[in-house]
């Protein structure tokens, strides 16, 4: 199992978006894959949720699990009853409002604990889908992660925020895993330019920007900015399911695969998932 949170303090930049997606393209290849919502607005189980219609003509309804991740903390309900299944391959598990007041000093293991159970096993690639924001709920996506997927917006202000973000994450411990009892650093995977709009030249020199500060863990392909994706959102559906081809799905997916070469996972597909 490879556990890959998906971060920036910085809100709005595309993490929520960003993590379904690439989580349903990793299920696509053959991946059995959980997203996690670690955020209390709870916005991820909108998108990675159970979905029958093709190319639906209005939103779907809305969707309210059984169980959230405040279950799996509070009352340690087993991971196999919390999640459910969205996609083939792909499962949810659910973020709830009241994450930030429930989770302490004493449970801030918990999903890493949950994760770490014999039902969980089956899953091959965990994303988590982070909060805006370095507080306790943060703490306890990071002790349950193995690398971090940073996705940025090509903003005046981000590469500063980035550089100090990479520090942080630096000093972070990872999962411990094999016969490791303690974490080594967390591993940083790259990080992924998004809502780049090649119409604006500022973009194109922030880009410059971050690729000198951050060489090779810039991920090479941005994804861009399209409206596919606020539309995809509003249909509470994945890019790729809409009715009309958007270049951002092609771009998602050349960003799933650099992320699963990055942590070691081969993208040719053929994957048994069982
Ligand atoms: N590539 C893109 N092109 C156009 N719009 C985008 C793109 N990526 C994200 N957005 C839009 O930006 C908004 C914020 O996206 P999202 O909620 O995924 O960000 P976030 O980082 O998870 O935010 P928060 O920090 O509040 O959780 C959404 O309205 C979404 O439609
Ligand atoms: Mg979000």
Redesign the pocket.
């Known amino acids: 199992m490879q556990v890959i949170s998906v971060v920036?303090r910085?809100?709005?930049?595309?993490?929520?978006?960003?993590t379904a997606n690439l989580a349903n393209e990793i299920a696509n290849m053959g991946y059995k894959t959980l997203a996690v919502d670690l955020?209390s607005?709870a916005?991820l189980s909108k998108i990675v949720r159970p979905y029958q219609v093709t190319k639906p003509k209005k939103p779907l309804p809305h969707y309210q699990p059984k169980y959230t991740l405040e279950d799996v903390v509070l009352n340690q309900i087993p991971l196999q009853d919390a999640v459910y299944k969205a996609r083939e391959n792909l499962y949810g598990l659910a973020g709830s409002e009241n994450l930030t007041a429930v989770v302490n000093k004493k449970n801030k293991l918990a999903l890493r604990k949950a994760l770490g159970r014999k039902d969980a096993k089956d899953f091959q690639v965990v994303l988590i889908?982070h909060?805006?924001a370095m507080n306790r709920v943060a703490q306890m996506g990071f002790l349950a992660t193995d690398s971090v997927l940073i996705?940025t917006d090509p903003d005046f202000f981000s590469s500063d925020n980035i550089t100090q973000l990479v520090e942080d994450i630096k000093k972070i411990k990872s999962r411990p895993s094999g016969k490791r009892k303690k974490g080594k650093g967390l591993k940083i995977a790259g990080i992924l330019l998004?809502?780049?709009d090649t119409r604006r030249n500022l973009n194109e020199i922030m880009r410059e920007k971050m690729d000198d500060i951050f060489g090779g863990m810039m991920f090479p392909r941005a994804?861009?900015?399209?409206?596919a994706?606020?539309s995809s959102?509003y249909y509470k559906i994945m890019v790729r399911e809409l009715i009309w081809y958007s270049p951002?799905n092609f771009q998602i997916r050349e960003a799933a695969k650099e992320l699963l070469n990055r942590n070691g996972l081969s993208c040719q597909g053929g994957v048994v998932a069982k």
């Open positions: 920036n910085k809100g709005g930049v595309g993490k929520t978006t960003l955020d607005q916005d889908d909060p805006p996705v998004n809502r780049f994804v861009h900015y399209n409206t994706i606020p959102l951002v």
